[in-house]
């Protein structure tokens, strides 16, 4: 999988998984904070992410620790999914 | 089952009847019988949306059988369908989806008589320290 097309596909999943009504993919940096900072996602927004990842790309994110790598940004997450993509 | 053994609450907060564990940690169901003399239903017996919302949440909180440490933390998508009034049976159903970082996400179903009431996410904080 295209690092670049995934990245596209992460913006829009988590645009319409968080209902982020109002954000548009354009505005989410890639290179960005997910949580705080960044996107300023919480921890219930995680929960509702990990359970829309593993739907989506069937891959597992099994705790905080592996969250905090994957979660870094959208970048981090892609680099994540295609590592660990069956 | 008496649902006060599987959780904190006390009357009138008690939102269950009776309460069944199916899978221990995964899956329960259970009842309220929703009368005109509860102190939740309102003139004209309509069970207020938010006390339902409620019972969805003590019924996942015995589905997760953590009585002390968990806590009411969201809901997620959560639709509701129908009105439900004093005299009917609510059944409740709830079962584990998802944990993650102490937070845990609950697909939960209140029916009447086989029609959905409401029906989505209930996301309960499970203290790990307690």
Redesign the interface.
Same mark, same amino acid.
């Given at each position: 999988m295209e690092k670049g097309t995934l990245v596209e596909e992460l913006k829009a999943l988590i645009i319409k998984s968080l209902k982020l009504e109002e954000v548009l993919p354009a505005n989410i940096d890639p290179a960005a904070p997910l949580f705080g900072s960044g996107l300023g996602l919480d921890? #219930?927004d995680?929960? !509702?992410l %990990? %359970?829309a990842l !593993?739907k989506t790309f069937g891959i597992r #994110?099994p705790? !905080?620790d592996v969250?905090k790598e994957a979660f870094a940004s959208v970048n981090a997450l892609a680099d994540y999914i295609i590592k660990n993509k069956k | 089952m008496e649902p006060f053994d599987h959780l904190p609450h006390r009357q009138p907060f008690v939102m269950l009847d009776n309460a069944e564990v199916i899978e221990e940690g995964r899956h329960a169901k259970g009842i309220k019988l929703i009368t005109v003399n509860d102190p939740a239903v309102l003139p004209g017996g309509i069970m207020p949306d938010i006390y339902i919302i409620e019972a969805m949440a003590q019924i996942s909180g015995i589905a997760g059988g953590r009585k002390e440490s968990s806590r009411f933390a969201a809901i997620k998508n959560l639709n509701f369908s129908r009105t439900a009034y004093a005299g009917d049976t609510l059944e409740l159903e709830s079962i584990f989806e998802k944990k993650f970082s102490g937070l845990c996400m609950f697909r939960c179903r209140a029916s009447v008589s086989g029609d959905t009431v409401a029906e989505g996410g209930i996301i309960l904080y499970f203290d790990e320290t307690a």
């Open positions: 921890s #219930i995680a929960l !509702e %990990v %359970v !593993e #994110i705790d !905080e969250g | -």
